[in-house]
């Protein structure tokens, strides 16, 4: 097995450069994730099929990426049987990976449904209802690769706090849709690929709320899943 | 580091025997999840707010199988450092879980979508149109978790093969019910929330069809996700 001698806390400059390295990594990964989403949005917002298409092609790279990585973590786990903190980034990284690769998918679902979306101006009036809520959701998933980004536990927790208010735009907007549709028949097609868009932009919401649990968990050890926000906040100031 | 001598393949049988604790434990929360599926439906199908209910509160117990197996991996990756196949079981029992948690999320959508359900014929012959994916769906995770059980790696590509067919049965449920709305503008609430329950279905298979790709990689340490089944066919038979 090629393993260096312990220097300091880690087992090696190399090691650490590895685990550097593979941060740097998922942060390119998270920006061309970031930058699938806003053309996803942007397709939709300006009818624009060229741009919708590229994103549908372009998450292939996205799943590459996660390959990649997944595939170098592994590696790492294998070879340097990393201990504490560092076994946790590691973990850390492959779940965040995971998370990233699924808002990939949903910024192709809205590439896919821009391309479905009937040509005619309901159609675009129910796009342009999509713009509070991804201008929410595009923020949550910046902030929440920022806390990962800087390992900032603070920022995590708050940007957790986000999926809520995100989840509330998401019911009232499904209620207008509902409403629309009830009141037009004749739009219901391009209103239900509307509402599959906000649907994937909710859980581009909940991907990010995961990168914000995994950053609490690799920072402070602790596992936040699964509990309510005030919980989390008490369990890390413990 | 409580290490023990090697002792044959493994680190010592002590090891083996977490290892395959781990996996009965996995295999447990599979057995959990299913049944909360079957619940979901049957929620629809009976029209049983009580279970649907029961169904939304069990979901807790889904979740801390997953922080409490979670926490063992990676005990056992920080004090076993296990490589090779060991490694490999841990990484897939890892992300086989997480994938279950979040077919337990898509089952707790049933339950909830039920219970929003407004109480009317349209509403019951609706959920009746779920009755066929849902028997596929129930199929498909109970072949995932089987190949999973006996590590089966033809098993898991012949259950990859099932997804595509969910998805066409998905596409046109979901044309009928566009069709529904068209007709008749009063059935859109709940139309609505059959839909959803349909694209939760859709989602467990799609998990399904991860944790068949988990338990290939498992096997035979190669990743076939996000390649066609033709190609992972090719890939692992070479």
Redesign the interface.
């Given at each position: 097995m090629n393993q260096d001698t312990p220097l300091g806390g880690h087992i090696s400059k190399r090691f650490d450069n590895e685990l550097e390295d593979m941060r740097h990594q998922v942060l390119a990964m998270g920006g061309l994730v970031e930058t699938q989403v806003a053309n996803g949005l942007r397709g939709l917002f300006e009818s624009d099929s060229e741009l919708a298409r590229r994103v549908v092609q372009d998450d292939?790279k996205v799943?590459?990426m996660?390959?990649d990585i997944?595939?170098q973590c592994?590696k790492i786990?294998?070879r340097r049987?990393p201990?504490?903190s560092d076994?946790?980034l590691v973990?850390a990284i492959?779940?965040t990976i995971?998370d990233l690769e699924r808002i990939g998918d949903q910024a192709e679902k809205l590439g896919r449904n821009q391309l479905e979306l009937i040509d005619d101006d309901a159609g675009s009036s129910h796009c342009m209802k999509l713009e509070h809520l991804g201008n929410l959701v595009s923020k949550m998933l910046n902030k929440a690769l920022d806390s990962f980004a800087r390992m900032d536990v603070d920022e995590a927790l708050k940007t957790i706090g986000l999926d809520e208010k995100i989840n509330a735009e998401f019911d009232g907007m499904?209620r207008q849709l509902?409403t629309h549709?009830?009141e037009d028949?004749?739009t219901?097609?391009n209103a239900?690929r509307v509402?599959w868009c906000a649907?994937a932009l909710e859980r581009i919401g909940d991907h990010s709320k995961n990168i914000c649990e995994h950053v609490v968990f690799l920072v402070r050890g602790k596992?936040v899943?699964?509990i309510g926000l005030k919980e989390q906040v008490e369990m890390v100031s413990e």
């Open positions: 292939d799943d590459r996660e390959v997944d595939d592994l786990l294998a049987q201990a504490a076994l946790r973990v492959i779940k995971n499904m509902i549709m009830m028949p004749r219901i097609r239900l509402s649907r596992d899943r699964h």
